[in-house]
């Protein structure tokens, strides 16, 4: 008998838009049928966890070594860079763009930096020259992706990058035992990051300075003990290194639920869909629901119909407003259930 085939799917853009901006009245707005009915008609939980490495890393059963519950990112993303797995324990640095805001600054992601591999490698030279007395080690296998080890692993909190981004800095930062000497540092670090030759070039060519780093995500490898996805689709990085650490197949995420049930068999499938993550929290309401639209067609509407027919056994959708929503082929008879408004469903009632 084949195996059946079940599905998770994780969609950090299903998360009410911090920008209420209605669409203008000439633009009516998307119906969603399918996922209006997808979400209706499942049974919906909310997760004790927030922010998309967060969930993956419950969606892994990954056991967390810290005692604080700090996500060891850094760790598992290092190993996927570096195609190897280093022991030890190590954060991510990543560099990363300030702008003067109202009374703070606001961060920008080392993605939109376009760091060159030269760029990367010559101040990972220099941070090491400079902090080589207290045995700190940098490097960066990858030029938006940079690690920190040290002798000893200091007792801090951090907020994970992709969910400052956007943000004040003031209320992310550092906090635990060591959180007075590290934001120290984080001034220290900001000073030598101005003088350096790198970022007189970047500027005199109309490029954003890498004018701070972001430490988050210390520890180990965390512990995996529990059997994995069978199969992960995903073009996001910390979804491929959890993949990598459990010797979990691991495929690029299809364009489309039609490509995914051509090319998938039976089992367990997590799909990650991180595109447009970040729209719910700097575009306007109706770029985001332009986004839901694509998504309703290429994805929503596709799997609605492999429900009906039998060719999904179980769908289970992750939302960036950690809710989770699970269905069935029986769920689709609760035809009794109203088929609610997208803002609704997904948290926010107005």
């Not at 997808?38 to 890393?57: D, Y």
């Not at 801090?156 to 990058?161: K, M, Q, V």
Request: overall charge negative.
């Amino acid at each position: 008998m084949a195996q059946r085939r079940r599905l998770v799917l994780l969609v950090p853009a299903l998360a009410t838009p911090l920008n209420s901006v209605e669409p203008p009245p000439d633009e009516a707005a998307p119906a969603l049928d399918a996922l209006r009915t997808l979400l209706s008609r499942a049974s919906v939980s909310e997760l004790p966890t927030s922010g998309m490495e967060a969930q993956l890393f419950r969606l892994f059963a990954a056991r967390i070594p810290q005692p604080d519950g700090e996500l060891p990112v850094a760790a598992v993303t290092h190993a996927l860079d570096r195609r190897e797995i280093v022991p030890g324990w190590r954060m991510r640095c990543d560099p990363v763009h300030l702008v003067p805001g109202h009374n703070s600054l606001i961060l920008a992601g080392s993605d939109e930096l376009e760091i060159t591999p030269e760029e990367s490698d010559r101040l990972i030279a220099e941070l090491n020259r400079f902090y080589n007395e207290k045995g700190w080690c940098f490097e960066a296998p990858d030029p938006a992706r940079w690690y920190l080890s040290l002798p000893q692993a200091p007792r801090l909190r951090t907020h994970p990058l992709p969910e400052v981004m956007g943000h004040s800095i003031d209320r992310y930062l550092p906090r635990g035992e060591d959180a007075a000497e590290w934001h120290t540092l984080l001034a220290e670090v900001q000073m030598f990051l101005h003088g350096s030759t790198i970022n007189l070039q970047r500027e005199s060519c109309g490029k954003p300075a890498i004018n701070s780093l972001w430490f988050w995500g210390g520890g180990t490898l965390p512990v995996i003990e529990t059997p994995s996805p069978g199969r992960v689709w995903s073009n996001e990085v910390v979804g491929r290194a959890l993949a990598g650490i459990t010797d979990t197949p691991c495929s690029a995420a299809p364009e489309s639920a039609r490509h995914w049930l051509e090319e998938s068999a039976g089992g367990e499938h997590l799909v990650i869909l991180d595109e447009g993550r970040y729209i719910p929290r700097f575009e306007e309401r109706y770029t985001w629901l332009e986004l839901l639209q694509r998504l309703d067609e290429q994805w929503f509407s596709p799997l609605l119909a492999a429900l009906k027919k039998g060719e999904l056994e179980r769908l289970e959708i992750y939302s960036g407003s950690n809710r989770l929503f699970q269905l069935t082929r029986r769920s689709l008879w609760r035809g009794w259930r109203r088929r609610l408004d997208i803002m609704t469903l997904l948290g926010t009632d107005e």
